[in-house]
């Protein structure tokens, strides 16, 4: 049997905050339920990225809150607070202050419900092979990106939130040689029917904390 795979797993937050979390869909959950939504996409990233064989785990949160503090405490990770003028930098920033040539790292998001824990196995094992490794999404991004040393023109000259995200990673890829594997691809959670796709398939619970 091949070795478990040692990994570093990122999970990338936004902090649970009324108001700051989900805003998209605040017309539909009001700004508490949206937070509610979102520490529980929070603790289910975390719940997946601690299912890897091998895996240590940090939460990189947008606050260093009471909440993000409980939320790492209860899943083992360590706690990291992101910090970059745009997503890239972020994604970027946390990629070089934890890779070290030791271990491959993947970083996921909270809003990929139906990414599982043998997705982020699937990426670890890829790594093995390529030079980093993501995990497509429907929206023309992706809810994963992972590689065994940093990458940084995979972060560069990217328009962040708009539906090129993927198609600009590959170009970046292919222009730097570097050797980049593709898992099956998934779907974000944004929008009120991304919400009613979660709730048919099981993967989130709105009933009220308590």
Do not use: C
Not at 34 to 63: S, Y
Not at 70 to 98: E, K
Not at 109 to 123: H, I, K, N, R
């Amino acid at each position: 049997m091949p070795a478990d795979p040692a990994v570093d797993v990122a999970v990338f937050a936004r902090a649970a905050i009324a108001g700051q979390a989900k805003t998209r869909l605040i017309p539909r959950l009001g700004a508490a339920g949206a937070a509610r939504l979102q520490r529980q996409l929070t603790a289910r990233a975390l719940a997946r990225a601690r299912a890897v064989r091998g895996a240590r785990v940090t939460l990189w949160t947008t606050a260093d809150d009471a909440d993000a503090r409980a939320l790492a405490q209860a899943a083992g990770a360590a706690l990291r607070l992101q910090h970059g003028d745009d997503l890239g930098a972020r994604m970027a920033n946390a990629f070089a202050a934890t890779l070290a040539g030791e271990r491959p790292m993947l970083l996921i998001g909270t809003d990929g419900p139906a990414q599982t824990a043998a997705d982020l196995e699937a990426a670890a094992a890829a790594l093995r092979e390529a030079d980093a490794v993501i995990q497509p999404a429907e929206d023309g991004g992706y809810v994963l990106i992972g590689m065994n040393r940093f990458h940084p023109e995979l972060f560069e000259r990217v328009a962040w939130g708009g539906p090129t995200v993927l198609a600009a990673t590959r170009a970046r890829a292919a222009a730097h040689g570097v050797r980049l594997a593709e898992l099956p691809m998934s779907w974000d959670l944004d929008r009120s029917e991304d919400l009613d796709r979660a709730i048919a398939l099981g993967l989130v619970d709105l009933a009220p904390e308590g």
